[in-house]
């Protein structure tokens, strides 16, 4: 693949997403990027990358005043790649509850995002996971690879019920803090991590190669 070939990802700008890191990342593996909340843009990108960080309720209210949920809505219907990255994940879940006032989400995936049950939150530093068994965004990280978290909401005791043998089931990962969370989630064109690859340096970087490497 030459460089003229490198694939478009778009870094979705809608206020609350660590940006300028998530560009740096995904430049430094090959991604031909863009930072903009510009629509077509967004919409056509080969990856579209969604940050969070924050509160659920005011990345749900940023996002929408932004059109960010009808552009994640069609580029799914359609089949096109769509990452996102702590709350940017959170976000992806029916709903949110932070200090018992509950946000309605995106409603890509069934579940609630809530309170991480731990002795010290926020979850703020480095951790493992136990990946996926067939996991692509993973591939080629061993089990000790360390990502870097900062998130004191999380999503618990998650699984989507399939019942057509012909849709593939969800491949879930897991961390470990106080209790098990979703740490990862891959879903068809719909991937998503609680953790920062951004931050999460060399290992960060495979992760978002892979990522990459099916847009």
Known sequence: MGMSEAKKVVVFDYGFGNVRSAERALARVGADVEITRDFDRAMNADGLLVPG??????CMKGLKDARGDWIVGRRLAGGRPVMGICVGMQILFE??????VETAGLDEWPGTVGPLQAPIVPHMGW???????DSELFAGLDAEARFYFVHSYAVHDW???????KIRVPR?????HGERFVAAVENG?????????EKSGDAGAQLLTNWIGTL
């Not at 709903?95 to 018992?100: K, N, Q």
């Not at 699984?159 to 043998?165: P, Q, R, Y």
């Not at 879930?172 to 470990?176: D, E, G, K, R």
């Open 127 to 133: 951790n493992t996971v136990e990946a996926a068994k």
């Open 53 to 58: 960080v924050g509160a659920f309720s005011a």
């Open 189 to 197: 064109a719909l991937w998503a991590t609680q953790f920062h690859p």
């Open 172 to 176: 879930v990962t897991w961390a470990t």
């Open 159 to 165: 699984s989507l019920e399939v019942t057509n043998a």
């Open 95 to 100: 709903r949110g509850i932070e200090h018992g």
